[in-house]
């Protein structure tokens, strides 16, 4: 079974920087998309960007586009979320989930890690 576990939130500025981290506790990761969402008070949660284990091909919302790049490092399984020019808007808990399918209908979830923006 795969674990996940989120670190990196925090409070921080409008236009500043935050790298989240999610690592997995898993044998083998071949065949795993991971993705990271999010989820504002009172929205449903969102797709943020995704990453393939194997290729390392990305996805992202429009609405990070160009601010947050997502990446993992093989050796320590681990796909980081490196998020900048924060925005108010960005504030929301952020999650990180994998499947084999890339839907993520089915996805393990990690707990979550809380990313607020002031302004």
């Known amino acids: 079974q795969v674990q996940l576990a989120e670190s990196g939130g925090g409070l921080v500025q409008a236009g500043d920087s935050l790298r989240l981290s999610c690592a997995a506790s898993?044998?083998?990761?071949?065949?795993?998309?991971v993705g990271w969402f999010r989820q504002a008070p009172g929205r449903e949660r969102e797709f943020v960007a995704s990453?393939?284990?194997?290729?390392?091909?990305?996805r992202y919302a429009d609405s990070v586009k160009g601010r947050f790049t997502i990446s993992r490092d093989t050796a320590k399984k681990t796909v980081y979320l490196q998020m900048n020019s924060l925005k108010p808007e960005d504030t929301a808990v952020y999650y990180c989930?994998?499947?084999?399918?890339?839907?993520?209908?089915?996805?393990?979830w990690g707990q979550g890690t809380q990313v607020t923006v002031s302004s």
């Open positions: 898993v044998r083998t990761f071949s065949n795993y998309v």
């Open positions: 989930a994998t499947d084999s399918s890339g839907n993520f209908k089915s996805a393990t």
């Open positions: 990453i393939t284990w194997f290729g390392g091909i990305t």
